[in-house]
């Protein structure tokens, strides 16, 4: 069973920058993929980003194209999400997930993290 554990969240005016770390139990083929979804009050998880492990493609929405970088820390089993230049429609609880194929489809992902509050003043 893989675990996720997110953290990084916080308040920030718009403009700003935060990083977001999720960190994974372990990799295996059963979390080859990392993605980020979003998740703001009154509203569907949304797809942000999906990239594999191994360095193979990623895929970012359009929304967060420009803005958001998702980066990997082997030696830590932790992934990174930079986001800049943040907008108030960015408020949302983040979360991590992992699974074996990338898709912007919340429900085909096996593991979840807890969330991370992003909040974003205008």
């Known amino acids: 069973q893989v675990q996720l554990v997110e953290s990084g969240g916080g308040l920030v005016q718009a403009g700003g920058s935060l990083r977001l770390s999720c960190a994974a139990s372990?990799?295996?083929?059963?979390?080859?993929?990392m993605a980020w979804f979003r998740q703001a009050p009154g509203k569907e998880r949304e797809f942000v980003v999906a990239?594999?492990?191994?360095?193979?493609?990623?895929s970012y929405a359009d929304s967060v194209k420009g803005r958001f970088t998702i980066t990997r820390d082997y030696a830590k089993n932790t992934v990174y999400l930079q986001v800049n230049s943040l907008k108030p429609e960015d408020t949302a609880v983040y979360y991590c997930?992992?699974?074996?194929?990338?898709?912007?489809?919340?429900?085909?992902?096996?593991?979840w993290g807890q969330g991370t509050q992003v909040t974003v003043s205008s």
């Open positions: 997930a992992a699974g074996r194929i990338a898709t912007v489809t919340a429900r085909q992902y096996d593991y």
């Open positions: 372990e990799r295996t083929f059963s979390n080859r993929v």
């Open positions: 990239t594999y492990w191994s360095g193979g493609s990623t």
